[in-house]
């Protein structure tokens, strides 16, 4: 009896989290939360401290500070009570579209094996994918973590501060770049997005077309735009 093709894995996707899965409006997950930390009716900072937030914010969204960022934010957030990460991604939770919802629920329905891989902070993507109802659409939800004591903030564990650190951690698990989407908005996902045969970038003010035109990315405005994306590169 003649036997039809063998039906091939899904691909892997692998989801940049702030600007990508979360929506920039108009701040990302770590600029929200030192924005609330600032006003934090408990432990208020005084006026030269919230100036300084203000200011590293307004670099940080222009992508001016880069690597020097994470010193800043660690050192601002030390001794902040744990339960404010939760006040903070409860609110950005409500940020992801019902739609977008939708197709990481039909995507996980389908069997497509997914990640994220974040240069932000993994204790606000995972608390926002929860309050979401999404954290179990993905395999690993990976990032910089925060190291406590006595339930506050006293560092943090770096584990993706670079870009070129997604790249490394992907290839330790041994994917294959012919199998693998990569999803993502931007600088902190150039590596991974030169490496995957399948590079999306969403771009939902149609700045970053202009500026990766030369590159061999898909473009897209929206997170369900994705599903036309993968159903042309199904084999």
Known sequence: MKRGPKKRKPLTIIWDFDGTILPLAPFDSEQSLLRYRMNLREEPFGWLKKAYVKAIVYA???ERLRR???????????????????????????????????????LKRDGYEMMVLSCGTADLSERILSFAGMLDCFSRIAGNCFQYE?????GMQLQLPNPEDKLAMIKKLKLSADRTMVVGDGYTDLPLLDWAS?????????????QFTSRRFYFISSVPEIMEIIEENLI
Do not use: C, H, N, W
């Open 150 to 154: 006595a339930d506050r903030i006293m």
């Open 198 to 210: 399948i590079p999306v970038i969403i771009d939902r003010s149609g700045r970053q077309k202009k």
């Open 68 to 106: 020097t960022f994470k010193k800043s934010y660690i050192r601002l957030l030390k001794g902040t009570p744990s339960s404010v990460l939760d006040d903070v991604s409860r609110d950005l939770a409500e940020k992801i579209p019902t739609a977008d919802r939708r197709v990481f629920r039909q």
């Open 60 to 62: 940080d969204r222009r």
